[in-house]
């Protein structure tokens, strides 16, 4: 079974650019999560998806967005890139039994110039 | 989500149990508990959860205490590819609280 899968590996980008990264969840998973891990901090839940809606959203600009496609590959699209933004950005995917895990890809490693 | 609390860093001689505890004293009842490691570079790994029952599965054990406050994370024969931060996790499902909450977690060495 193939796990979750993000593209690109990395990225560099300069300030004010903006920067999409895409996701793939494990099949028949229908729920794709967005954390943020910045240098040396812990990871920080984005967002949430789930049947192509969002669902839950944390603490973060509304510069970061994303959208779910049908097949419920997901991209997160950062607007305005500030020095900050650089960090490990890390997808999940889970399905919506009760208390299944989340499972995660690699992340994508974005670096801000 | 409960708040967990875990000790920083920790060391395991290869090929010894590793035991790794977390309190989450204000655990819920519908709360269960979860553990991830991170591998330096990499995405968290999931590696087990529960509720109130012991747990086993092919890569570790959960053991939680009978008032649910504490739990410990065993991984019998420690190799060197264990090396990780280990993340314990409380969570309810809740539809309109989908998200994980991590902590510091403990750094795990394994020592040769």
């Known amino acids: 079974e193939a796990g979750v899968t993000q593209s690109p590996t990395h990225l560099i980008k300069t300030r004010g650019q903006q920067v999409t990264l895409r996701c793939s969840p494990i099949?028949?998973?229908?729920?794709v999560y967005w954390y943020q891990q910045a240098l040396g901090l812990g990871l920080q839940f984005l967002l949430w998806?789930?049947?192509?809606?969002?669902?839950n959203r944390g603490n973060f600009p509304p510069r970061f967005s994303g959208r779910q496609f049908p097949n419920y590959s997901s991209e997160l699209n950062v607007n305005a890139l500030e020095l900050e933004d650089s960090a490990l950005y890390l997808c999940?995917?889970?399905?919506?039994?009760?208390?299944?895990?989340?499972?995660f890809g690699d992340g994508t490693r974005l670096s801000i110039l | 989500d409960a708040k967990t609390t875990q000790p920083p860093s920790m060391d395991c001689a290869e090929g010894r149990a590793a035991n790794l505890p977390c309190n989450h004293s204000?655990?819920?009842?519908?709360?269960?508990v979860y553990w991830y490691r991170q591998i330096h570079s990499q995405g968290p790994q999931y590696i087990i959860h529960?509720?109130?029952n012991n747990e086993t599965n092919e890569m570790a054990s959960l053991i939680i205490t009978e008032d649910r406050k504490s739990s410990t994370l065993i991984l019998p024969h420690a190799t060197l590819r264990d090396t990780a931060v280990y993340y314990c996790?409380?969570?309810?499902?809740?539809?309109?609280?989908?998200?994980?909450?991590f902590g510091t977690g403990t750094r795990l060495t394994i020592i040769p």
């Open positions: 999940a995917s889970s399905n919506r039994v009760s208390n299944q895990p989340q499972h």
């Open positions: 204000t655990i819920s009842g519908n709360e269960y």
């Open positions: 998806y789930d049947e192509g809606e969002e669902r």
């Open positions: 996790i409380v969570r309810v499902t809740n539809f309109g609280n989908e998200k994980l909450t």
């Open positions: 529960g509720l109130k």
């Open positions: 099949s028949g998973h229908t729920s």
